[in-house]
């Protein structure tokens, strides 16, 4: 079965920096999808970055970008220029590719706290 | 409204109580999820319709009963529930297909007493 483990349960950054949240996965399959989920103290979850496996370039959405290694089976996340309202907690979820793929396996997720 | 709905937001039962929590997608998608999401547990899947048939049904225990009568509408019927199902329930939604990104419901807190 699959498995997503993320370290580091809870992470701080001040703002307008830089931080890197880490992941790693366990899996058998060559053909997988790799997310961030966003989840505010609103509680509604919002997906931050997708990752297809078979792609070698890291996904990339404007202050949010990955480093994928497939390798080594780790998908982090690094948040540059941090905003206030970045502070959540954050999901790193594993999809298998196959016809339904039913396997969505989330991780345990880091609480990241932003420093004015 | 946009997006995928949920309710009641917050719901408090006791035992005994028979309630149900709605779910709607405004996204044209044909594939509907509930999710767990206790305190310091990662999120559990619980179940999965594909084009309103149930795809998937994680060992949940029958007094959750969920119902999909269409793509867009999702229920989980709750009887007899116990305290340790306290939580929050998500409901999230996508087109159906390993590659496709699912999109989440605001929730609905539950106590149960």
């Known amino acids: 079965a699959q498995t997503v483990t993320q370290s580091q349960p809870e992470m701080s950054v001040q703002e307008a920096e830089t931080v890197t949240l880490s992941c790693t996965y366990d899996?058998?399959?060559?053909?997988?999808?790799l997310f961030w989920y966003k989840q505010p103290p609103s509680r509604q979850m919002i997906l931050v970055i997708r990752?297809?496996?078979?792609?070698?370039q890291n996904a990339t959405e404007n202050r949010f970008s990955v480093n994928f290694q497939k390798a080594a089976k780790s998908f982090s996340l690094k948040i540059s220029d941090s905003q206030l309202g970045d502070a959540a907690m954050y999901f790193c979820?594993?999809?298998?590719?196959?016809?339904?793929?039913?396997?969505?396996?989330f991780g345990p997720g880091t609480r990241l706290s932003v420093l004015p | 409204e946009t997006g995928v709905t949920q309710t009641p937001r917050h719901l408090v039962m006791g035992m005994t109580n028979k309630k149900s929590l709605k779910c709607e997608q405004h996204?044209?998608?044909?594939?509907m999820y509930w999710y767990k999401q206790s305190a310091k547990k990662p999120l559990e899947l619980m179940f999965v319709?594909?084009?309103?048939?149930?795809?998937e049904n994680n060992s949940v225990p029958s007094r959750f009963s969920p119902e999909c009568p269409n793509s867009s509408h999702l229920f989980l019927h709750l009887h007899t529930l116990q305290p340790e199902d306290s939580a929050l329930y998500l409901c999230?939604?996508?087109?159906?297909?390993?590659?496709?990104?699912?999109?989440f419901g605001p929730g609905t807190r539950l106590l149960v007493l």
């Open positions: 999230a939604s996508s087109l159906a297909g390993g590659r496709e990104t699912q999109y």
């Open positions: 319709y594909n084009f309103k048939e149930q795809t």
């Open positions: 996204l044209g998608h044909n594939a």
């Open positions: 990752q297809e496996a078979y792609k070698q």
């Open positions: 899996t058998s399959e060559s053909d997988y999808y």
């Open positions: 979820a594993y999809r298998s590719g196959d016809n339904y793929g039913q396997n969505f396996v």
